[in-house]
């Protein structure tokens, strides 16, 4: 079973997503700031990550560059899902080194079909 | 010149006078020699009277004559010389450009000037002998200095022999207009003394260059500031569509699974979702509230119902609302309502919204097991003071003065884990001034903050003009902000409000100058680009007037030149941006300590 980790420091969003993303049949983890998601990456390398932008402390920016610039996390997709959704903002994520770009509020089939595009095995029946 | 004392028909007296009258040096000789002769001879200018039978006499009276007539010839070259070097500086004197004055200290008046000084005096030549100095003077000296007395120490110091260093002074010509002007003073030899000169430097057109050359500054000041405010907006804009999406997403998504059947009625998720649904939109209706008040009070078209209530009531129902957040995080909330305030009238709804804003922010910044405190205490006889204390993190000094403004969202990393428009504290401020209060706030990083609103007792009915700053009267010192420019006002107002002084705003000359003949305040600060009229002019007026004969002012520019501001007293100049402390300090210097007056 393909393992997301979803970052989200807002704990109603981070509990909708978790329950969406479960029932596309994933493995979860989640984290609530730019430290726990490192920890959660080393230790249980996820196959993709859903990653807020707006943190406390280091932002999901910042966190995607860190990850896109090692050599055992660069390979793992990172998908923006964040309620930054003004002109620009979704390049800023690409820039930043994010595979994709999904904006809040969520539409729950193409967050499915997303996830999906970056994960190559283990993905649930469509 | 020899000549004979005997010549027929022509006498060696008129010979003589001939000569003299010519230069000559004259020597007369004569055969028959007599005293009488030699006399008139002598008288009429001849040099020596010789006898033809002393032959030997003759060489050593050529020689004098000689020596006379060089040495006479080089006195008028001399003499000439002078009178050529005189003309030439007369009209120097007459043409220089600048005004020159010639002034006796003894006579008091003007000895001689030339033409420039009667073009810049409007006088005729005639007219100026009888120029004296309190004449040519303005009454009072920019500074608001009597003339007189200043230019009388000036004199003694002149005639004392003492020089005097280049100085500004406010001339008057013939009609009556002022001339700003710089006087370079020396004294003359000679004349005991008595007679100095004056070169006279017309200031008004550099002053004319230095306002235009400041109000270029201001225009491009402003224009950075419309460009920073736009700035400001969008990013506003951006945080409310970021702010407004993420309950959105709650609601939505939860929504959908319930409604598509995902969740089952009789599953413990499907309660707990909608209670997610509910709080999220609650959320939002509050964030739409804020921006409506927002909108509302900047328009100024906010109502206030003031009634009767019962502050302890009021406080009770803002606390039960924070109950659930404070008791997550084992938060004690403390609560004091002095009983000795009562027959208070005020909106009840705006009082709980301030004192919510300021109780919620404390819930958020304070960690796991803090303490907050709800104080409303009275203040003088018709005012009452709100504090909340918390022991939160506490704001740094540098952001203190962004906490009360709109769209000024700290950027602190912990900051932005609470999830805020950015209006809340702007908000309670609007609200509060609009009901003739201030609102303040006093923090130590690491200890905790305490934000406050004074608030009148009594509150005065329907809507009000929101954006005029109230009066706080009891005993507080209270700062007259004369300050046309909406930020750098909220700047100086929001630095004053802080540590405790009271401030009224003017936003014109006028406004400023209606104010002081009101009432008396503790101290002034002066922008000197104002709509109406330059802020020196406000200053002079109210100097003369009497209305601000002692009160500190201090003078706030975009430019600080103090040459320009060295004639007027002032008790400091202080240049934008303002520096938050350099103005505390600038009053703490000029006397005015925010703690109320004694006996207050």
Request: hydrophobic letters at 40%; a negative charge.
């Amino acid at each position: 079973m393909s393992r997301i980790l979803i970052v989200d420091d807002n704990a109603t969003n981070l509990k909708l997503v978790t329950f969406l993303v479960k029932s596309f049949g994933y493995h979860v983890v989640t984290a609530v700031d730019a430290d726990t998601a490192l920890a959660e990456v080393r230790s249980c390398v996820p196959d993709a990550i859903l990653m807020d932008i707006q943190l406390p402390g280091i932002d999901g920016l910042e966190l995607t560059r860190r990850l896109k610039t090692e050599p055992h996390t660069r390979d793992i997709a990172v998908i923006a899902l964040t309620a930054y959704a003004m002109k620009g903002d979704r390049e800023k994520a690409l820039a930043a080194g994010c595979d994709d770009y999904m904006t809040k509020p969520i539409d729950a089939r193409t967050l499915r079909d997303v996830i999906a595009r970056h994960v190559r095995d283990g993905g649930p029946p469509s | 010149m020899i000549t004979d004392w005997m010549i027929p028909g022509f006498g060696g007296l008129q010979a003589v006078e001939l000569g003299r009258k010519h230069e000559l040096s004259c020597i007369v000789i004569s055969g028959t020699p007599n005293e009488d002769e030699a006399v008139a001879a002598l008288r009429a200018g001849a040099l020596d009277f010789l006898s033809k039978d002393r032959p030997m006499r003759f060489v050593p009276a050529i020689e004098r004559a000689l020596r006379e007539s060089t040495e006479r010839r080089a006195r008028l070259d001399a003499e000439r010389d002078l009178r050529t070097s005189e003309e030439r500086y007369r009209s120097a004197f007459e043409l220089a450009p600048e005004a020159l004055v010639t002034y006796d200290l003894a006579a008091r008046h003007v000895l001689d000037a030339n033409r420039a000084a009667q073009r810049l005096f409007r006088v005729t030549p005639a007219e100026l002998r009888s120029l004296t100095l309190t004449k040519m003077s303005a009454p009072r000296q920019a500074d608001g200095r009597d003339s007189a007395v200043v230019a009388r120490e000036l004199g003694d110091r002149l005639a004392g022999g003492v020089d005097v260093a280049p100085f500004e002074w406010l001339l008057v010509d013939s009609t009556g207009e002022q001339i700003p002007a710089e006087l370079h003073v020396v004294r003359l030899a000679g004349h005991d003394g008595r007679l100095i000169r004056c070169a006279i430097v017309d200031l008004r057109e550099r002053r004319k260059l230095e306002q235009v050359r400041q109000r270029t500054i201001e225009l491009e000041l402003q224009n950075r500031r419309i460009v920073e405010a736009n700035r400001l907006k969008s990013e506003f804009l951006a945080n409310m569509s970021h702010e407004l999406r993420t309950p959105l997403n709650a609601i939505i998504g939860f929504s959908e699974l319930l409604h598509s059947g995902a969740v089952s009625a009789d599953s413990s998720e499907h309660d707990e979702f909608l209670g997610d649904i509910l709080s999220s939109g609650r959320h939002l209706l509050q964030l739409i509230n804020d921006v409506l008040d927002l909108a509302k009070v900047e328009a100024g078209k906010l109502d206030f119902r003031p009634e009767p209530v019962e502050l302890a009531k009021l406080v009770g129902e803002i606390v039960a609302i924070t109950r659930t957040t404070a008791a997550t995080k084992r938060i004690t909330v403390e609560t004091e309502v002095d009983p000795s305030l009562t027959g208070i009238v005020l909106d009840p709804s705006r009082f709980k919204q301030v004192a919510y804003n300021f109780l919620s922010n404390a819930l958020k910044f304070t960690p796991e097991a803090g303490r907050v405190s709800i104080r409303i205490t009275p203040r003088g006889t018709d005012q009452l003071l709100l504090e909340v204390e918390d022991t939160g993190v506490g704001i740094a000094p540098a952001d203190l003065g962004r906490l009360f403004i709109e769209f000024q969202q700290l950027e602190a990393g912990t900051a932005k884990r609470h999830q805020g428009t950015g209006l809340g504290l702007a908000l309670s401020r609007r609200l509060v001034e609009a009901q003739g209060g201030t609102v303040g706030v006093k923090s130590t990083l690491g200890a905790g903050s305490t934000f406050h609103a004074i608030l009148p007792r009594v509150a005065a009915g329907g809507a009000r003009v929101v954006r005029r700053a109230q009066t706080a009267r009891n005993g507080e010192r209270t700062i007259l902000i004369v300050e046309d420019d909406e930020r750098d006002r909220d700047a100086v107002a929001s630095t004053l409000a802080q540590v405790g002084y009271g401030f009224e705003v003017a936003r014109t000359g006028a406004d400023a100058i209606a104010r002081c003949k009101e009432r008396v305040f503790d101290a002034v600060t002066l922008d000197l680009l104002l709509p109406d009229m330059s802020g020196f002019d406000v200053l002079e007026s109210l100097r003369v007037g009497g209305w601000l004969r002692d009160t500190p002012v201090i003078v706030v520019t975009i430019v600080p030149d103090m040459k320009s501001t060295a004639g007027f007293s002032v008790s400091g100049v202080l240049q934008k941006p303002l520096d938050r402390d350099a103005l505390l300090i600038a009053l703490e210097r000029a006397g005015v300590r925010p703690e109320p007056r004694s006996g207050a």
